[in-house]
């Protein structure tokens, strides 16, 4: 083989190996983790209960996750309260590192900013308030279904030919109620076997932070729990406050 023969080969072997590396060492193009390592994780958080309660300070099963990624960071946790129109805007300028508010993923959040993958899948379907082990009825036909005011089964749950009766400040109890079945069990409510809605929750991070994206993902995929942490906080909820029967 020639010399220029040779010196082909090795630059093409050069070229893959970087391209390899690059591949098995994603990069921060604002070295968003390298900065949280060791420093402050600034976060961006809407009231969304109970992913995101608004407390002094900050409560809820994802500022608990957040905590989880910050600990193992030794980071310290700068919390920003706005609505998710204020923070997805300041999360794309690179001012904040995660936002968080049980958010799902969406067309319209994945073309302002990156998601985590789906790390938590809410099945909405009815709850009925009968004892622990009692079937559900086998149809919805003709059934008054509670529904906040502001939804997205009411259409869902007329095709099954049930009547949505929309509440505004708490589900009534001792009523059948749409909601995800992990609020339904923490309010002592027995799902039904309707799919009404499948909610796929992320968490939105800045774009191009591959490093950091796939950091927080890996810490979410190794949380085991969520279904019961939900439930836990919602009945936690409900004893603190036994007058609040909102979702």
């Known amino acids: ?10 630059s093409i072997a050069v070229v893959a190996a970087l391209l390899f590396q690059g591949c098995r060492y994603p990069q921060d193009v604002e070295k968003t983790l390298e900065r949280v390592r060791g420093g402050v994780l600034d976060v961006g958080l809407t009231e969304n209960s109970p992913w995101v309660i608004r407390t002094d300070p900050p409560s809820g099963v994802e500022v608990d996750i ?7 960071l030794d980071a310290e946790v700068r919390w920003h309260w706005a609505s998710e129109g204020e923070l997805v805007p300041a999360l794309k300028q690179f001012q904040l590192d995660l936002v968080i508010g049980g958010l799902v993923d969406n067309k319209r959040l994945k073309k ?11 099945r909405i379907t009815v709850g009925f308030p009968i004892p622990e082990g009692e079937a559900p009825p086998a149809t919805l036909e003709g059934v008054r ?10 259409r869902t749950l007329k095709k099954e030919g049930a009547e949505p009766v929309r509440y505004d400040n708490g589900a009534p109890a001792g009523e059948p109620v749409a909601a995800a079945t992990w609020w339904l069990r923490g309010r002592d409510l027995q799902p ?33 729990d969520m279904a019961e942490r939900l439930r836990r906080q919602v009945r936690a909820s409900q004893q603190h406050n036994p007058g609040e029967s909102e979702q």
Do not use: C
């Not at 220029?4 to 080969?9: A, C, E, K, N, S």
């Not at 302002?112 to 809410?122: D, T």
């Open 1 to 10: 083989m020639t010399r220029i023969g040779r010196g082909w080969l090795f």
């Open 66 to 72: 957040v905590r989880e990624i910050a600990r193992d």
């Open 112 to 122: 302002q900013v990156a998601l985590s993958k789906p790390y938590f899948n809410s």
């Open 145 to 154: 279904v509670q529904v906040p005011a502001v939804n997205h089964v009411a």
């Open 192 to 224: 039904g076997h309707w799919t009404l809605r499948t909610d796929k929750h992320v968490v939105a991070l800045p774009n191009g932070e591959n490093a950091w994206i796939m950091h927080v993902q890996k810490h979410l995929n190794g949380i085991p």
